[in-house]
């Protein structure tokens, strides 16, 4: 069975390097994360056979999380309730992503193993 994951790596706020996960539906962000490097809409290349990195700012993750995921607060609508921990990881992730600072440069990898 093959597996995809998708996640950013940056400093925190405290200057610590962080890693945030994407929550599931990391099939699709894979996919879309991988494409948009090929199709050259995200600076990025494939670093091996499975993984693919890209580095962009904060504005323009913004705008790939709504690109895969919806507008802020849609993929969280669709999930209380009944998914509550994957709402919970949404907002968690939107934090996350919301406190970088504009100009710093973010690291986006997509894996398949």
């Known amino acids: 069975m093959t597996y995809y994951d998708a996640w950013i790596k940056a400093p925190d706020a405290s200057g610590e390097e962080a890693i945030a996960w994407f929550p599931p539906a990391r099939r699709e962000a894979f996919f ?4 948009a ?3 050259g809409r995200l600076r990025g290349e ?5 993984t693919w990195r890209a580095t962009l ?3 323009e993750l913004e705008v790939l999380m ?3 995921y919806g507008p802020a607060g849609a993929y969280e609508a ?4 009944g998914m509550q921990h994957l709402a919970d990881k949404m907002r968690t992730l939107r934090a996350f992503i919301a ?3 504009a100009d710093q440069e973010i690291v986006l990898m997509a894996d398949e193993f």
Do not use: F, K
């Open 32 to 35: 879309h994360i991988r494409d």
């Open 37 to 39: 490097i090929r199709a």
């Open 46 to 50: 494939q670093v091996d056979q499975l």
């Open 57 to 59: 700012n904060r504005a």
């Open 66 to 68: 709504d690109e895969i």
């Open 78 to 81: 669709r999930h209380d309730g």
């Open 99 to 101: 406190a970088l600072p």
